[in-house]
């Protein structure tokens, strides 16, 4: 089954940019999704297809996608990003089904 | 604007079917796709399948033996079971919606989340 590798943690100070990874193979020829998951909250969605924004989500928070790896950019950072940040793609090699990657931690330091 | 509410017992059994149910709000279960996902405490999350409000399913291959979802038009609703549980399916579990009628869309609306310990 397609397998999503995203690392674990990634810190970064106010105002810089982060940059949550996932790979996978030939990831660049699916759509990615990304969410953003605070303690005790339902996951929320700020990146889908790649490289779009549901409304209300920040221009800070923007998506790439080639090759093995897609990227889920943050820029000028703030207190309040701090959260799991998830990325997804549906699989449909051979089965049918949605693959979560592991999950970043993003701490703002 | 739609919202979801997951609901079911808190405590299931070793061996037993643990059953939910996702009430839908404020807008029709027709033309979407319907998830139920999972996390286990402290960890990643698990799709476990989806629906269509047809009654066209689809499940993690990982889970595909032990997993029926359901669709209630009638009532607006969707459930699912998850057959002879154990330990390992002690989670936090969500449903959610798609965003629109494709079976790729983005989960754009999630439910709060019910927690689910499987315990003697």
């Known amino acids: 089954s397609y397998v999503l590798t995203q690392p674990p943690s990634v810190s970064v100070a106010p105002g810089q940019t982060a940059r949550i990874t996932c790979g996978g193979t030939?990831?660049?020829?699916?759509?990615v999704h990304w969410y953003q998951q605070k303690p005790g909250q339902a996951p929320v969605l700020v990146v889908y297809?790649?490289?779009d924004r549901p409304s209300g989500i920040p221009e800070r928070f923007s998506g790439s996608n080639s090759g093995n790896t897609a990227t889920l950019t943050i820029s000028r950072v703030e207190a309040g990003d701090e959260a799991d940040y998830h990325c997804?793609?549906?699989?449909?090699?051979?089965?049918?089904?949605?693959?979560f990657g592991g999950g970043t931690k993003l701490t703002v330091l | 604007q739609v919202q979801l509410q997951e609901s079911g017992p808190g405590l299931v059994k070793p061996s037993e079917t643990l059953s939910l149910t996702c009430s839908v709000s404020?807008?029709?279960?027709?033309?979407?796709?319907w998830s139920w996902i999972r996390q286990p405490p402290g960890k990643g999350l698990e799709w476990i399948g989806n629906?269509?409000?047809?009654?066209?399913?689809n499940y993690n291959p990982s889970l595909h033996s032990r997993v029926t979802i359901s669709v209630d038009t009638s009532n607006n609703q969707f459930s699912l079971q998850l057959f002879s549980v154990t330990a390992a399916d002690t989670a936090l579990y969500y449903c959610?919606?798609?965003?629109?009628?494709?079976?790729?869309?983005?989960?754009?609306?999630w439910g709060q989340g019910t927690m689910v310990t499987v315990s003697s």
């Open positions: 629906i269509y409000y047809s009654g066209r399913s």
């Open positions: 297809d790649d490289t």
């Open positions: 404020g807008g029709s279960i027709s033309s979407y796709y």
């Open positions: 997804q793609v549906w699989d449909n090699n051979n089965d049918h089904f949605w693959v």
């Open positions: 030939n990831i660049g020829s699916k759509s």
């Open positions: 959610a919606r798609g965003m629109a009628a494709l079976v790729d869309d983005a989960f754009n609306i």
